[in-house]
């Protein structure tokens, strides 16, 4: 953000812009840069889930569109969607449906805002990042509930109370397992939480204390159910045998739900290598010359994990959703805390 | 209490179990085969669309009485050493390819092919003419056949 102020008031001159046209033409760029991003790897994950959904099942993927293994196949899912007849039901209140999509594509977006993805580029250098990216992260369930109601289906409102009582559960075990990695750091500010993680892959915030490594598969396992994927999605399934919140939605409505998903686990899977994996640091010291693309991959790396998870492991039923977040998680969470915290006043860093 | 903690303990192993045997098939090669251009080995006796040579048939009408929803066509004209072979159609859209057809021959005429795409976009497409009568007009009688040079003899 800094860089892109200086660029722009270089560009137009010194004091030919007022210091806040340049400051909001510096945050409409970069918004809508990263929207672009956004949107490309929401569609290039379309793509990759599906080959990794064949090569599971012993099948290939998308073989045929775009000559190479069906990579426009994406592209023509897209043109497909955008294709499809804009239908609101008769009695749903206009406004919160037409709304509930922007505000759960919306949810994703601002929390791409705060993620570090090399020591120069930050499009917003918080000091509070990570607790803003979890408290933005929750527009997302006002999106779910406002879609449910709007669709004027009671079965839309079944899906998005379960959804909505999912992910407002599943945020506790999902922030406390990086309160551990905050103590370490003393910061919240996503930047400081990867630079303290330098020096080679054993001062990964993973491995350097044993109650952060359960801590990590707490957070995994937490953002599941955060994002609705995998062995967590009730209320998609919800679409499957009955309806879900989104039945309702057709068209380019259904396309924001479809994004925010993959925008979603995208965020969280960044999130995962920023806090726990070093962030854009590599494992070995002397390999630190791609800071952007090693965080990429070790994002990209986590949401294959994501992706075999999913497809490996059947569907949970939402009230044993619900005992595993609240009698499982959280105290297997609250005792990484205490854990951790024990752990460094023995080993003398607290 | 106890049960609980084997709750957990069954759920994570379970899970571990059912990761590692998907994990694995990263490295077996998909079954899936790319058709047209890979095609599945058929059976020797596969039953396909059916082919009759017409250098052996003798219009003897076994085949179109041994069909269960008569799709053979065949016409004839004259009697005796004079009998030509005017037409002979299949209409494959009534075939079952039960290949009772090829069970009567006395010729082996009529055999099942192991063809199967043989996708149209007109119905009237899908009978096939085995003898173009504006072409050829095929004898019938044994002797005519060696005569014209016409007839293979059939393999024991």
């Known amino acids: ?350 | 209490m106890v049960r609980y903690f084997t709750d957990i303990w069954q759920a994570v192993s379970s899970a571990a179990v059912g990761m590692s045997i998907t994990i694995k098939h990263i490295w077996k090669k998909p079954v899936t085969l790319q058709y047209p251009e890979e095609r599945q080995v058929l059976p020797p006796r596969f039953r396909g669309f059916v082919h009759n040579d017409m250098n052996k048939c003798d219009a003897c009408q076994i085949c179109a009485r041994n069909c269960p929803v008569d799709c053979i066509y065949i016409e004839t004209e004259g009697k005796g050493k004079d009998r030509w072979l005017t037409r002979y159609a299949i209409d494959y859209n009534k075939c079952i390819w039960c290949s009772l057809c090829t069970e009567g021959c006395p010729t082996s005429s009529i055999t099942m092919s192991h063809d199967y795409d043989h996708s149209v976009y007109f119905r009237e497409s899908l009978v096939y003419e085995y003898v173009d009568p504006t072409v050829q007009k095929i004898p019938c009688h044994k002797d005519m056949r060696v005569e014209l040079g016409f007839w293979v003899m059939p393999k024991p």
């Open chain 1, 1 to 350: 953000m800094q860089l892109l102020t200086e660029m722009i008031r270089g560009w137009f001159g010194p004091d030919k812009m007022s210091d806040q046209w340049v400051i909001i033409w510096a945050a409409v760029t970069l918004a809508t840069l990263m929207f672009i991003v956004m949107a490309l790897c929401a569609l290039i994950f379309t793509w990759l889930e599906r080959k990794v959904a064949g090569i599971i099942q012993s099948r290939y993927g998308p073989m045929r569109t775009g000559r190479f293994h069906g990579w426009a196949q994406a592209v023509a899912d897209m043109l497909k969607i955008l294709g499809k007849e804009d239908i609101i039901p008769a009695e749903a209140n206009r406004f919160y449906f037409s709304f509930a999509p922007i505000l759960v594509l919306l949810g994703s977006l601002l929390a791409w805002a705060a993620i570090p993805w090399s020591p120069n580029f930050v499009a917003a250098d918080l000091d509070l990042g990570l607790f803003y990216i979890f408290a933005v992260s929750s527009l997302v369930i006002i999106g779910i509930l406002m879609a449910g109601w709007a669709s004027n289906n009671k079965w839309a409102l079944y899906g998005a109370a379960r959804g909505a009582a999912q992910m407002v559960s599943y945020e506790i075990p999902l922030a406390l397992a990086c309160i551990p990695v905050v103590m370490y750091t003393g910061s919240l500010n996503p930047s400081d939480i990867v630079i303290a993680q330098q020096g080679g892959i054993l001062n990964w915030f993973i491995f350097r204390n044993p109650f952060l490594f359960v801590g990590f598969f707490v957070y995994f396992i937490a953002s599941i159910a955060e994002t609705n994927r995998g062995p967590f999605d009730m209320p998609e399934t919800e679409s499957e045998l009955v309806a879900g919140y989104h039945t309702e939605y057709t068209g380019m409505r259904f396309a924001f739900f479809f994004l925010s998903e993959y925008a979603n686990l995208f965020l969280v899977s960044l999130i995962a290598a920023m806090v726990f994996l070093g962030g854009w640091w590599a494992p070995i010291p002397g390999l630190d010359f791609a800071p952007a693309l090693t965080f990429i991959i070790k994002g990209v790396l986590m949401v294959l994990l994501n992706m075999w998870v999913r497809w490996t492991l059947p569907r949970v039923r939402v009230d044993q959703l619900m005992h595993l977040c609240w009698k499982v998680m959280i105290p297997l969470s609250l005792i990484c805390v205490v854990g951790a915290g024990l752990w460094m006043m023995w080993r003398g860093q607290a």
